[in-house]
């Protein structure tokens, strides 16, 4: 049968439709929305962003921009869109969300070799090749279905969303605009505070209230990346001073000196209307984020359109279950990409999706599967999550220590990362077209 499933219409399940359909292969992609919506959705639309509009750094020499360098030489639908509806972010890529969905959704829709069906699955089919990229919140039928063939390896953790505000509420009298060390311009608005004012809002901040989670969603591990910003508070005083209220870079134009802290509030659309509060993903009750919030200088009389929301994160025990090509172990005909796979971030699901598809194609075909060599990003990554040396296995994003050291070391680490980069897309450029 010239055909394969894709389970999931996310970043990945998008990415594997988009490749398969790329390589001539009747694609049928199956979405439950609209029919049914997780928490933490909103639109109708295919590759919905829900987390941050930020896909993070954007120059090659970081371990982000390679990644996402990577994906472009790839053919990727995602960098496809990103690339059409970004907005300004300093070295970031960040993107216009709504219009970063609506044309991979345009894409993916028009797309002859695809079809898109609305429906909730309830089990994985029993023939063909099946690409299963059902997102972090997988539940119900299926993940029971994805638990028998993990063989009790499900894992999850929580992941957490950043509250949004209206720009023409934030009161720029107290606040600025700035990128930190002069990155761009007016990028970022910055809210900044006194010692004094800092005191209080942390301590506001750790004797708030949080919302109650479900029996069913208890937490087993919180990730880093995504810590609610109330837990990583609680850590000491001076943890999200050194973290996400971080003000090194930042001069305050009213006094002419660092603040004490800083909120970093990021452009969440290409009109600049709305923004987001850069890593306060939290689990504070919706009251007590506007009274909480509400102490930071500039945000006093802040709208909040969407305020921050935490949900689970399942994904699978990758090192025991999958293949170097993201096939499952015990079955070669079911492939897994995105979040569920053990990846962690926006672009590293789109990464994963596009191999998954990659190798689903060829395994329809009977060719030898696309494994990148580990000196890639996207291939240091895969080997990481399909390593079975690993052991108490966590989501891993793309950085360099993942990937093998140069031969000589080069000390500086600008440079080292410059020629870690250089090496991955000399292979990409001698060995592999775009868009191959």
């Not at 990481?384 to 220590?401: E, K, L």
Request: proline fraction near 6%; include cysteine; hydrophobic fraction near 40%.
């Amino acid at each position: 049968m010239n055909k394969v499933t894709v389970i999931g219409g996310g970043l990945a399940g998008c990415e594997a439709a988009w490749q398969l359909a790329f390589r001539g292969i009747k694609t049928e992609l199956i979405e439950m929305k609209p029919v049914k919506k997780t928490p933490a959705h909103k639109s109708d639309l295919l590759a919905e962003l829900v987390c941050s509009n930020s896909l993070k750094a954007a120059r090659i020499d970081s371990a982000a921009g390679l990644l996402k360098e990577e994906m472009r030489r790839l053919n990727s639908v995602c960098l496809l869109a990103a690339d059409k509806c970004a907005v300004p972010a300093g070295g970031a890529l960040a993107v216009d969300r709504d219009i970063f969905s609506q044309i991979i959704t345009e894409k993916i829709k028009s797309h002859p070799n695809i079809t898109v069906k609305a429906e909730i699955v309830t089990e994985i089919p029993k023939d063909g090749i099946t690409v299963i990229a059902t997102g972090p919140l997988t539940d119900g039928a299926l993940a029971e279905e994805i638990g028998k063939l993990s063989e009790g390896g499900n894992l999850s953790f929580f992941d957490a969303a950043a509250p949004i505000v209206t720009a023409e509420s934030i009161d720029m009298e107290k606040a600025f605009y700035a990128s930190r060390y002069g990155k761009g311009t007016d990028d970022y608005i910055n809210c900044p505070m006194n010692k004094e004012e800092y005191t209080a809002f942390y301590n506001a901040l750790i004797t708030a209230e949080t919302a109650p989670v479900h029996d069913f969603d208890k937490p087993i591990n919180v990730y880093e990346g995504c810590m609610p910003v109330e837990i990583l508070a609680k850590r000491g005083e001076d943890s999200i001073r050194f973290g996400p209220l971080k003000p090194v870079g930042l001069i305050d134009p009213q006094t002419g000196h660092r603040p004490w802290a800083a909120v970093q509030l990021r452009r969440e659309n290409a009109a600049a209307t709305l923004f987001n509060l850069v890593g306060f993903q939290t689990n504070l009750k919706f009251s007590e984020q506007k009274r909480v919030f509400s102490m930071i200088p500039g945000l006093q009389n802040a709208e909040f359109v969407r305020y921050g929301v935490m949900h689970r994160n399942s994904f699978i025990n990758s090192p025991r279950l999958l293949n170097p090509d993201l096939s499952l172990k015990t079955d070669g005909n079911i492939f897994f990409a995105g979040q569920l796979s053990g990846v962690e971030g926006y672009m590293e699901s789109a990464a994963s999706g596009i191999i998954a598809g990659i190798n689903a194609a060829a395994r329809l075909n009977g060719k030898i599967p696309l494994v990148l060599p580990e000196f890639t990003m996207i291939g240091a990554l895969l080997s990481y999550i399909c390593n079975p040396a690993v052991t108490d296995f966590q989501p891993m994003g793309a950085n360099f220590g993942i990937i093998p050291p140069l031969d000589p070391h080069i000390r500086d680490k600008r440079e080292r990362y410059a020629a870690l980069s250089d090496r991955s897309l000399d292979w990409f450029d001698k060995n592999f077209k775009r868009g191959e």
